[in-house]
């Protein structure tokens, strides 16, 4: 949800040509999918920001010169709010470590001596996800059930989905990315 909302702000400011509130809120969801999907998004986010760097230096360049004192306060009292908040630190310690885990999952492929989760480990949890959708495949078993089921998620949005919400909230939320996307092609 936090790329979804990302990728939404980013094409909000592309088409409303505004500078400040788009590049602020991407950054804030930019950490907020750091500290959440770790092992999952990160690559391609690293890919996507370098090529978009590339692509739009010179713009990205000239919009920063307007609003770099701007950046500048707003990181400093960024930076002292989450400093002043030990609830904050202590978030943003557990991203960390979930940033060490995801690492060590994709190092470690199958060893599962460290306790992390293996592929394997998530290939069952698909199959548990499916396997009880295939039970219930019309509305699901509600908001977290999975979770409530297996104790953890599938670390899949499409499994979750179809799980949780049945083909209804599966073809709903997906619906719902395209009306969007599909109004951003007809513009």
């Known amino acids: 949800m936090y790329l979804f909302g990302l990728f939404a702000t980013i094409m909000f400011g592309w088409f409303t040509r505004r500078v400040v509130i788009p590049i602020g809120t991407s950054l804030v969801l930019l950490l907020l999918v ?27 360049v000239r919009a920063m010169r307007k609003t770099l004192l701007l950046f500048i306060v707003l990181g400093v009292a960024i930076v002292v709010a989450i400093r002043s908040n030990d609830a904050v630190v202590e978030r943003i310690d557990a991203g960390v470590d979930r940033v060490n885990n995801g690492i060590q999952v994709l190092a470690n492929r199958e060893d599962d001596s460290n306790g992390t989760a293996t592929f394997d480990l998530r290939r069952q949890w698909k199959d548990q996800g499916l396997k009880g959708w295939r039970q219930n495949p019309i509305l699901g078993y509600g908001v977290e059930g999975f979770r409530a089921d297996v104790g953890i998620t599938s670390h899949s949005t499409p499994i979750d989905l179809l799980y949780n919400s049945g083909l209804i909230g599966f073809v709903l939320f997906y619906a719902a990315l395209l009306s969007i996307v599909g109004d951003c092609i007809a513009r």
């Open 34 to 60: 750091a500290a959440n999907h770790v092992d999952q998004n990160e690559p391609g986010i690293a890919l996507g920001s370098g090529a978009a760097g590339l692509l739009y230096f010179r713009h990205f």
